[in-house]
């Protein structure tokens, strides 16, 4: 665990910015510092809620993509199917999608005022500009054949499938030089959680 700042400004909660690549272990993470009291803003989890049967979501995206929802909300692999490759169909549902997940930050970030400590868990957090809204960053990283490793034995995933991925995200390599705090998951997982508990115990005070 590295860290390069304190925060650039004085304010209540420290909103701490955690993000990573695919594979690199950043919801084993995201569940540590849940269970050390941490407030935890997932914004996958909160995509598939508003994605879901009845979810907010679902009507915009059946006007855009016809055919990708039905009676349990998005059918992912439907959509999937829609938008990936296909950059000006990836671009339009990231307009639907991206104000809606603000606006569930924002709201989040308003219910959890009186913390010390939030943690927004945003995977394209500098792909998508969100660095810049949060007092400093995580990033969770692992060896490469770690991660690849990780990837390849979750069920419907093949190395181009993969590769597609992370052409999409900003290279590792990247994001660790530009993290504020870093956490390797290459270890065990008591190891990960010493870090995680170290930075939490950090921040807090």
Known sequence: ?????????????????????????KSAVASMFQRLGVPVF?????????QGPGGALVPAIEKAFPATTGPDGIDRASLGAAVFGNPAA???????????????????????ASAPLVVVDIPLLFEKGGAGEVDAILVVSAPPEVQRARVLARAGMTPERFEQILALQMPDSEKRARADYLIDTGGSLAETERQVAALVGKLRG
Do not use: C, Y
């Open 42 to 50: 997932d914004a996958d989890a909160e995509v598939r809620r508003m």
């Open 90 to 112: 990836l671009t339009q549902l990231e307009s639907i999608v991206h104000p809606a997940v603000r606006d569930a930050r924002a709201a989040f970030l308003s219910n959890t």
């Open 1 to 25: 665990m590295t860290g390069k700042r304190e925060g650039r400004r004085a304010q209540r909660p420290f909103v701490l910015g955690l993000t990573g690549s695919i594979g690199m272990g």
